[in-house]
């Protein structure tokens, strides 16, 4: 079982949908947990990042983390074209030596159509 | 600031051939990580640096691979011999202590071996 699964897509939404986007992992010692959003032909850039379980909202972006279920998502309000990316979860350990190394997901290719 | 800049952004190459690929982290950050993408395997963290010093090179595939980082501000990352399966797409990325979760991805160089 790879530690972290992320549905790969394509997902496919009209402009102003709610999107919702999810990972699971299977390593109970994960605490931190982020979400990238990587253009095409381009490197991932940090969308949002939270801590351990809970909610977090940023604009149209909200981050959920259930760690009972090691489940997280990521829901984007009222999308638009410009969302159109593909989204990378990532997550690491709180402390120790390895917590500078992030465990991808390998993304979800979302399209928002106008 | 310029962001991680990364040399060439492509390359084309012939099995057996020697591949360098270049990287300069943001200025002043203490730690620099090289990734792999591939669309089988997502993105992979091949080794990571802090303060030019390599941490865990536990993610490089084999002996032809090797990285440097001979001052702050450049590491390489060279391949040889290289083969077919080692085309990807291969990120730079680079962090400032303090802020584990904001590492900064440079635009990649896309790596074809022939």
């Known amino acids: 079982q790879k530690e972290v699964e992320q549905d790969p897509g394509p997902l496919s939404v009209p402009e102003g949908a709610i999107v919702s986007l999810n990972c699971t992992y299977s390593n109970s010692a994960f605490q931190y947990f982020m979400w990238y959003r990587q253009y095409s032909r381009k490197g991932p850039e940090l969308l949002m990042y939270t801590y351990s379980s809970g909610n977090k909202e940023d604009g149209r972006f909200t981050a959920q983390v259930d760690k009972s279920s090691k489940y997280i998502s990521l829901f984007i309000r009222d999308s638009q074209p410009s969302d159109s990316a593909t989204y990378l979860c990532?997550?690491?350990?709180?402390?120790?030596?390895?917590?500078?190394?992030?465990?991808f997901g390998k993304g979800t290719l979302l399209t928002v159509n106008p | 600031d310029a962001g991680v800049i990364q040399s060439p952004r492509h390359e084309v190459t012939e099995m057996g051939q020697e591949v360098t690929l270049r990287c300069k982290p943001i200025s002043g950050h203490d730690y620099l990580f090289w990734y792999r993408q591939t669309m089988m395997r997502g993105l992979e963290l091949l080794i990571y640096?802090?303060?030019?010093?390599?941490?865990?090179d536990s993610g490089m595939p084999e002996d032809r691979f090797s990285a440097k980082m001979p001052n702050a501000s450049f590491s390489t990352l060279k391949i040889q011999p290289s083969e077919p399966r080692d085309s990807a797409v291969y990120f730079c990325?680079?962090?400032?202590?303090?802020?584990?979760?904001?590492?900064?991805f440079g635009p990649g160089t896309r790596l074809l071996v022939l």
């Open positions: 990325a680079s962090l400032g202590t303090g802020r584990q979760e904001t590492q900064y």
């Open positions: 640096f802090n303060n030019n010093v390599p941490i865990d």
């Open positions: 990532a997550m690491t350990y709180l402390s120790g030596g390895s917590n500078y190394k992030l465990t």
